[in-house]
């Protein structure tokens, strides 16, 4: 083991790392430049900061259990002012 010594960096190294981003970024803009943006909704749940693709008019969560978890938040509000 050389001690002191730094390891050899080949060109394109760099480059490489930024592959994965910069393909993400460019996927990014392609989809908010996209019709589908208009699809894009965030999740109506209680503490979720989700954004999902809205695949049905009436959709408004991102997965059932996140519909579930704000219709017993629903029910909880409506229950805890009557009793």
Do not use: I
Request: positive net charge; charged residues 35%.
């Amino acid at each position: 083991m050389d001690r002191g010594r730094r390891p050899r960096r080949t060109p394109g190294t760099a480059a490489r790392r930024r592959g994965p981003r910069a393909a993400l970024a460019r996927a990014a803009v392609a989809f908010l430049a996209g019709p589908d943006r208009r699809r894009l909704r965030a999740c109506h749940a209680p503490r979720c900061v989700r954004y999902f693709l809205q695949d049905h008019p009436r959709q408004e969560w991102c997965t059932p259990s996140c519909g579930n978890r704000a219709r017993v938040a629903r029910h909880h509000e409506r229950h805890k002012k009557t009793a």
